[in-house]
């Protein structure tokens, strides 16, 4: 019996919002800023709001493209791509490389970004960010729906094989996520988020130590 409390939809019938809330319940999402390069060299960047870990060993990241665009389309060739870190201080620069501009444009220099050598793949990463992750593309995965019918969406995952961390965000060997000041994906068009000291929660697995 649905409550008077409760907003429920079917999606195939509409939200019946102002604005979907799909995207605002799944957040804050890391944002998959992703360098790729194509066989001539024309290097590409650009920022994927559906981005995530997916696998420990081997590490294994994925971002999924909403349409044949270039990043998934290089790293599908290519067999390569980066991942790097978007924090507060590149926000604006990140936000320059989500432009929808043709193919031929080096979204690099559009930010005014460095690309640099990156050591185990060929593509270059963003010299400016403070982690970056080298991948080896792994799968390449169209999404289809619960009926099997195909959607836009396609699913490009990496092995990390190279990782590069700023050594300001190790402390004791640790790596100080609050301290990297990650910029997180939000709802609606242009909301983003990011995290503070205040903010942290520490919650134990039940059965470990300290966890009860």
Known sequence: M???HTHFYEPADG???AHSPFNSIIAPRPIGWISTQNHAGQLNLAPFSFFNAF??????????SNGPKDSLLNAESTGEFCWNLADESLAEAMNATSAAVPSEVDEFALAGLTPASSRIVSVPHVA????VFECRTSQV???VAADGSSTVTTVVFGEVVGV???????????YQTVRSRPLLRGGGPSTYFTIREENIRDLRRPGTPGGG
């Open 2 to 4: 649905p409550s008077a």
């Open 15 to 17: 939200h019946g919002l």
């Open 55 to 64: 696998n420990y060993t081997p590490p294994i990241i994925g971002f999924a």
């Open 128 to 131: 400016e960010a403070k982690a």
């Open 141 to 143: 995965v169209p999404l």
């Open 164 to 174: 590069h961390i700023d050594s300001s965000l190790l402390e004791a060997g640790v």
